[in-house]
């Protein structure tokens, strides 16, 4: 495990440039709801996940695929893109949807942030449904960790910081010493505000709000349940398995 000092957050897709990855290992966290989504299709039996930053990103994969074999996913603004198969509700990755299949992923903030994330050495996809499995995983590195909170179009998500929190707190035996980062502390302070109330703290942030209208409540539920799966997404020349 890394000592806490050498774990940071980061809190937006904007936040960072992918040159300060190198060398580093980092999660990506987008509760609500790509990295909750992506977990639940690995967990389901997807083949594998390969994210992508746009919509022609996507059509460029798609078409050097038999059409047989994948799956087109994700959200503009939180609402399923028009032609594709599957929108970004985790309740959509079903076994009997995505088993055995391609999925190829574009989100507004997610996915970006996970093709950012590219020169990493590791590249995990982390959500409250797979704390533990992440926690597993971090505890088997010794280079420095970044916890990137993909956050809403440049701004900070309290349901990605609280998840970073809520591996910081684990980390760190629920006492952050003073020599942690301030990104760290940050997210740290808010679990500990808010970590007994996962989902009624998530329930009242903004993105939940921006989703009110679009997706059912059940979908925020979702992604408060804390280590449904005991899967760990990682990223090798650009494709999650
Ligand atoms: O921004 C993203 O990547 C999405 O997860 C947002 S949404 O929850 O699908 O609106």
């Known amino acids: ?44 039996g997807a083949k594998k996940v390969i994210p992508v930053a746009d919509m022609s990103d996507a059509m460029k994969i798609a078409t050097t695929m038999d059409q047989k074999d994948y799956l087109l996913c994700g959200e503009k603004n939180g609402t399923k893109i028009e032609g594709y198969h599957l929108g970004n509700s985790p309740a959509e990755y079903e076994p009997e949807v995505v088993k055995g299949k391609t999925l190829i992923f574009n989100t507004t903030n997610g996915t970006k942030a996970i093709k950012k994330a590219s020169l990493a050495n590791e590249v995990y996809v982390g959500s409250f449904l797979n704390q533990q499995a992440i926690l597993n995983a971090l505890q088997k590195h010794d280079d420095e960790i970044v916890l990137i909170c993909s956050g809403w179009q440049g701004r900070l998500a309290i349901e990605d910081t609280l998840f970073a929190g809520s591996l910081l707190h684990a980390v760190s035996g629920g006492n952050l010493p003073d020599n942690a980062k301030d990104g760290a502390k940050v997210a740290f302070g808010l679990f500990e505000k808010y970590g007994d109330d996962l989902a009624g703290a998530i329930s009242k942030s903004d993105h939940a709000k921006r989703l009110a209208e679009l997706v059912p409540n059940s979908d925020i539920e979702f992604c408060c349940k804390v280590n449904e799966f005991d899967v760990l997404p990682g990223m090798r020349d650009g494709i999650l398995t």
């Open 1 to 44: 495990m890394p000592e806490i000092n050498y774990i940071d957050v980061f809190f937006s897709v904007q936040a960072f440039q992918e040159e300060e990855l190198r060398g580093k290992s980092a999660v990506i966290i987008d509760v609500l709801r790509a990295s909750s989504s992506i977990t639940t299709a690995i967990s389901n």
